[in-house]
């Protein structure tokens, strides 16, 4: 249960429609993730690969990770320590690939009220996600399911499989 909760967590913002093209451009696609992770976002905020820090979180538009099912596009965000991604919605593809390699997505219906830089936290009321800003106001998002959340804590379906294997 390591990873449902943060606090503290830096706010970047992006709009809607951001496309797995745009979390790992297609042209760096032959190297690893460190290499996609210089250039993740790149063509929406010049500023997120330089500046963003472990623990940081992605608030998007609607329809974050639309495009091609290239995993690497939820990889490269775990792979920069991205703590979450908030949108009111995601491609089916995105979400199920973020899951899978252990990024913790939050459905937030009212993420747009979230503000770029604002500190944020998270607390789990069951197994619904509440988002804590620092005006007090709470924002509730569509709760996770215990198997998925199961995959966040052993930061993927392959460690989690492990897991259950050796346990």
Known sequence: MKNRIFQNARVWRVGADVD???????????HGLEVIGWHCLEAVRSDFASGVREGDVIVAGANFGI???REQAAGVLRHLGLAAVLAPSYSGLYFRNAFNLGLLLLTCPEASKIEEGERLALQFEGDTPVV???N???LICAPIPEFLMDMVDAGGLLPLLKQQKQG
């Open 132 to 134: 804590l800003r620092t």
């Open 67 to 69: 495009g091609s099912s």
């Open 20 to 30: 797995t093209d745009a979390l790992a451009p297609g042209a760096y696609m032959k």
């Open 136 to 138: 007090g106001q709470r």
